[in-house]
């Protein structure tokens, strides 16, 4: 995988392709996050109890609103693959933007391994309903990479209109489940005061629906993230939108309503159908609920739905990673060797290739919690790059001195906001997963080291800016 070929002239540059849409851009966040309305955001109930969880869902929901309108102004105006990592290297330097394509690449594939791991569980589960036992979840897992690989190797129109269609399903159904346990009528089919009550727990907190305090609710913010995680990765199709000043904002903002949406609803379903202590370590609580609502359409539809949701979630995934992957390796961050782009369908294919085993290597442990951790402290480190990003970005370039296609409103309130509850969450993470948060810290170190060291020679940095810009302020 050597940089350069010898004897080889200037090969003919073959670029990603430029076919998507303001609804691709949808498909491709919403579908990379609504799997964490069908899984994982439960976990937070364990941490915080029910009103903890719900706490934790606004909070963070503010979180992910602050990161897509910075997102929104900055990629709608920096236009290339790599998301975050092309902001990075535009306005930081070479050393933060290895670090941030590295973020990415793992909060990608570690969430992917989440999404398989769900999906062959789920396969299992669905067997033992009909009386099989003897269902091996892992070639499903395997079958669940391999088909989605294929499906972006062959091109990223074909894979995210997929994408939008099962995306929208798995949406639907949470609607459909929501009108069927009938709001309306409280006390009918949810029993919310029921469940929520913290009862033969004299050890735990009085506070109702707070069973272990404020506390409580702080690490919860760990899991809370995971309504929401991975909108950001709409970043990743800017180089490959037809306009990306109207496509990105449009299909970044309206997929965070999106999500506000489903996470108010999946909170309220599950908190009225399922008690608190079981909900909280639960596989898929919407699933879960649906049975205990005794519709056997109800039942059969969030099956299909979870299914559909990590199938959506893995398929953006593997779209994201390999785009980071691949703007990493043309600028020489990696091998030049993973920049190549297929000359019939326009894809990164090798950088597609190259991460699926490290995906299915994840998937085949087994250790759900786990692997959503080292997702979510991947895209922590990143969201906290985010608020220095853009301070940075608005005194080089200020308002005027080039065209933005965004421009997010109320600034810096949005960034120092972003910080606090970045800082907020990563202490969340420590309370419950210190010895992770250590070792990934420690991950990243090690390749800052390699990087500087190692890798750096072979970067050139005049051609990795890419963007028609005046020469920054105070330059």
């Known amino acids: 995988m050597s940089d350069v070929a010898v004897g ?6 073959i670029n990603l392709k430029k076919v998507l849409g303001p609804a691709h851009v949808w ?49 709608s ?5 790599g998301g975050q990592y092309a902001q990075a290297k535009h306005t930081t330097g070479p050393l933060m933007a290895f670090n941030v394509g590295l973020y990415l690449v793992m909060a990608y594939t570690m969430l992917e391994a989440a999404d398989v791991l769900v999906i062959g ?43 939008f269609l099962i995306t929208a399903i798995a949406f639907v159904s949470i609607i459909i489940l929501w009108i069927g346990v009938h709001p309306f009528s409280p006390g009918e089919i949810t029993q919310h005061q029921q469940m929520l009550a913290i009862q033969n727990l004299p050890e735990l907190s009085n506070v109702p629906g707070l069973p272990y305090g404020w506390l409580g609710v702080l690490a919860s913010f760990q899991f809370g993230i995971w309504y929401y995680l991975g909108i950001e990765g709409t970043c990743q199709a800017a180089e490959e939108v037809r306009s990306a000043g109207r496509s990105l904002p449009l299909g970044t903002m309206t997929g965070m309503i999106t ?5 108010a609803l999946t909170w309220w379903i599950c908190a009225g159908m399922l008690p608190w202590d079981y909900l909280g370590q639960a596989l898929a609580p919407l699933y879960d609920a649906s049975k205990m609502s005794g519709s056997l359409f109800l039942h059969i539809l969030l099956w299909v739905a979870t299914v559909f949701s990590a199938v959506a979630s893995a398929n953006g995934c593997i779209n994201d990673a390999s785009r980071a992957w ?30 699926i085993p490290i995906a299915v ?40 001195s080039i065209k933005r296609g965004y421009v997010h409103p109320w600034h810096p309130i949005p960034a120092l906001t972003l910080f606090i509850l970045c800082v907020a969450t990563l202490f969340a993470v420590f309370l419950g997963f ?30 990795q800016f890419t963007m028609a810009w005046p020469r920054p302020r105070g330059y």
């Open 434 to 463: 210190g010895s992770q948060l250590l070792a990934m810290m420690g991950f990243y170190i090690l390749a800052s080291i390699w990087f500087t060291f190692h890798r750096y020679k072979f970067v050139k940095r005049g051609d």
């Open 77 to 81: 105006t920096v236009a290339a693959a």
């Open 121 to 163: 569980d789920l396969v299992h589960a669905g067997a033992l309903e009909l009386g099989r036992d003897n269902v091996d979840p892992h070639p499903f897992v395997f079958l669940a990479v391999a088909v989605l690989a294929f499906l972006n190797y062959r091109g990223v129109f074909m894979a995210l209109s997929v994408n």
């Open 259 to 263: 999500l506000l949406i489903a996470a």
């Open 361 to 400: 290597a994840f998937g085949f442990t087994g250790l759900l919690a786990q692997t959503i951790t080292f997702s979510i402290l991947s895209g922590l480190l990143g969201y906290t790059f985010m608020p220095i990003n853009v301070m940075k970005f608005r005194r080089k370039w200020p308002l005027g």
């Open 8 to 13: 080889q002239s200037t090969p003919t540059v």
């Open 326 to 355: 691949f703007s990493m390796g043309r600028d020489r961050y990696l091998p030049q060797w993973f920049s190549a782009v297929h000359p019939t369908y326009r894809t990164p294919y090798r950088s597609i290739l190259f991460l």
């Open 27 to 75: 498909a491709l966040g919403v579908g990379i996050v609504l799997v964490g309305e069908f899984m994982g955001w439960n976990y937070s109930v364990a941490k915080g109890g029910a009103y903890g969880s719900l706490i934790a869902c606004f909070v963070m929901g503010l979180l992910y609103t602050c990161v897509a309108m910075i997102d929104s102004e900055i990629t």
